[in-house]
């Protein structure tokens, strides 16, 4: 039985044809759950447009589990749109993303409402990252040691969006997601950045906090894989460059292309032993750019619903 005092937590899964790892996702959402029976949590599973399945195997995952999941269809591909809708469905107070191949710690949601517990107004908090597989290569993970508090720099090296959660009252004042960015986008990342930087412009306080810990079990094995991954950062990161040409913003810009052309002259690499290059880097934010300013219509993220979507299904 949960306190009246303990806010709703409501666990935001967003998956495209990988039923085999959301179902790990959610058996150890599920034990994270028993292991802190104070705590009132739904989970809401975004179905981006899967043809595996996906849908059924939730069904049948949920009817043996003592948990409350529910099934958001979202046809549109593209994660932005996915979250956007799952926030929509959602009816807890405090928003939890995280991805289909990460399994939260077991305190997770212990953690969670330790942290909330501290704020009263809108606020938003990241947690660690952690490398599920040792046989993956070290990347989208974060496992500083230390709390801290966003100063406004660099907001994509401050949280990481599978462990990335928000209390309703910052949702609010941010708005949705800006769909126009993000995995499954021309634009391929950066929807989670642009969303800190905006809270951030908002005045909402943004937090890292280790406690708060999940496990990524992304697969990625090869430096082909880290090479893509990398290039698909550069594009999304060049999108937010044009998205906020003219601001201190593009301090980042020229922040790259300073030591692309130190590394011309001899200077280091991002990391000489995976061949990442600031040269490719800067690449990578120019064709960003241009896709932004030729690919995409010039409007802002609509206001945030405030109820339920209709298509949300019961599992």
Same mark, same amino acid.
């Given at each position: 039985?949960?306190?009246?005092?303990?806010?709703?937590?409501?666990?935001?899964?967003?998956?495209?044809?990988?039923?085999?790892? %959301?179902?790990?996702? =959610?058996?150890?959402?599920?034990?994270? @759950?028993?292991?802190?029976?104070?705590?009132?949590?739904?989970?809401?599973?975004? +179905?981006?447009?899967?043809?595996?399945?996906?849908?059924? /195997?939730?069904?049948?995952?949920?009817?043996?589990?003592?948990? +409350? !999941?529910? *099934?958001?269809?979202?046809?549109?591909?593209?994660?932005?749109?996915?979250?956007?809708?799952?926030?929509? @469905?959602? /009816?807890?107070?405090?928003?939890?993303?995280?991805?289909? $191949?990460?399994?939260?710690?077991?305190?997770?949601?212990?953690?969670? *409402?330790?942290?909330?517990?501290?704020?009263?107004?809108?606020?938003?908090?990241?947690?660690?990252?952690?490398?599920? +597989?040792?046989? $993956?290569?070290?990347?989208?993970?974060?496992?500083?040691?230390?709390?801290?508090?966003?100063?406004?720099?660099?907001?994509?090296?401050?949280?990481?969006?599978?462990? %990335?959660?928000?209390?309703? @009252?910052?949702?609010?004042?941010?708005?949705?997601?800006?769909?126009?960015?993000?995995?499954?986008?021309?634009?391929?990342?950066?929807?989670? #950045?642009?969303?800190?930087? /905006?809270?951030?412009?908002?005045?909402?306080?943004?937090?890292?906090?280790?406690?708060?810990?999940?496990?990524?079990?992304?697969?990625? /094995?090869?430096? +082909? $894989?880290?090479?893509?991954?990398?290039?698909?950062?550069?594009?999304?990161?060049? @999108?937010?460059?044009?998205?906020?040409?003219?601001?201190?913003?593009?301090?980042? %810009?020229?922040?790259?292309?300073?030591?692309?052309?130190?590394?011309?002259?001899?200077?280091?690499?991002?990391?000489?032993? %995976?061949?990442?290059?600031?040269?490719?880097? !800067? =690449?990578?934010?120019?064709?960003?750019? =241009?896709?932004?300013?030729?690919? #995409?219509?010039?409007?802002?993220?609509?206001?945030?619903?405030?109820?339920?979507?209709?298509?949300?299904?019961?599992?």
């Amino acid at each position: 039985m949960s306190s009246p005092d303990t806010p709703q937590v409501s666990v935001v899964i967003c998956t495209r044809n990988r039923a085999a790892s %959301l179902r790990e996702t =959610l058996n150890s959402v599920l034990t994270a @759950a028993k292991a802190a029976p104070d705590v009132t949590l739904e989970v809401v599973v975004v +179905d981006n447009g899967s043809t595996d399945g996906t849908a059924e /195997r939730v069904r049948e995952w949920a009817a043996n589990a003592d948990l +409350d !999941v529910r *099934i958001a269809p979202e046809p549109r591909v593209g994660l932005a749109n996915a979250r956007n809708t799952g926030v929509e @469905a959602a /009816r807890g107070d405090i928003i939890v993303f995280t991805d289909d $191949d990460c399994r939260p710690q077991e305190d997770f949601f212990t953690a969670l *409402i330790k942290n909330y517990a501290e704020h009263d107004g809108p606020v938003i908090i990241g947690g660690r990252v952690e490398l599920g +597989d040792p046989q $993956d290569l070290p990347m989208t993970i974060k496992t500083d040691k230390d709390p801290a508090t966003f100063d406004g720099v660099d907001p994509g090296a401050f949280l990481i969006g599978s462990n %990335l959660t928000m209390n309703r @009252a910052a949702w609010r004042k941010v708005g949705l997601m800006d769909e126009r960015l993000g995995a499954g986008t021309p634009l391929k990342a950066s929807e989670e #950045t642009d969303y800190i930087h /905006r809270a951030w412009l908002a005045g909402i306080p943004i937090h890292y906090r280790p406690d708060l810990c999940v496990f990524h079990f992304h697969g990625r /094995r090869s430096l +082909d $894989d880290m090479k893509k991954l990398w290039a698909g950062y550069s594009i999304g990161n060049g @999108a937010l460059f044009a998205k906020y040409w003219g601001t201190p913003y593009t301090r980042l %810009l020229r922040w790259n292309v300073k030591n692309a052309v130190k590394e011309l002259l001899g200077g280091p690499k991002v990391d000489a032993t %995976l061949g990442l290059t600031y040269r490719t880097m !800067v =690449l990578g934010n120019a064709e960003g750019m =241009l896709r932004y300013w030729t690919q #995409t219509p010039k409007q802002q993220p609509a206001a945030p619903a405030t109820s339920a979507s209709p298509t949300t299904s019961e599992a």
